[in-house]
């Protein structure tokens, strides 16, 4: 089993920036990727970001690139989503899950492992 805990989250101004974390526990080392997912009120979860802990080569959705950056410590198991100018849509609930496949980081199918969630706030 793996356990994944995200925190960061709050509330922020269009064009500001936050920095979500995910600490993992566990089996991590059953782990072969990570990555960010969010669920906007009314909307379906969507893939955001994802990184392999092996050598990062990290990959973003096209509404992450230029603005979000996805990086991993792989001493403290943790991986973090640095996000900048904030836009009023990026407003979401962010998750984070961790895959033992490399379907995760191939395609963004969601892994086995979810964290509860951190909300985002970004207010006009």
């Known amino acids: 089993q793996v356990q994944l805990v995200e925190s960061g989250g709050g509330l922020v101004q269009a064009g500001g920036s936050l920095r979500l974390s995910c600490a993992a526990s566990?089996?991590?080392?059953?782990?072969?990727?990570v990555a960010w997912f969010r669920q906007a009120p009314g909307k379906e979860r969507e893939f955001v970001a994802a990184?392999?802990?092996?050598?990062?080569?990290?990959v973003y959705t096209d509404s992450a690139k230029g603005r979000f950056t996805i990086s991993r410590d792989n001493a403290k198991s943790t991986v973090y989503l640095q996000m900048n100018n904030l836009k009023p849509e990026d407003t979401a609930v962010y998750y984070c899950?961790?895959?033992?496949?490399?379907?995760?980081?191939?395609?963004?199918?969601?892994?086995?492992?979810w964290g509860q969630g951190t909300q985002v706030t970004v207010s006009s």
């Open positions: 566990g089996r991590t080392y059953t782990t072969y990727a």
């Open positions: 990184i392999r802990w092996s050598d990062s080569n990290p």
């Open positions: 899950n961790a895959d033992i496949t490399t379907r995760l980081h191939v395609y963004g199918t969601p892994g086995t492992y």
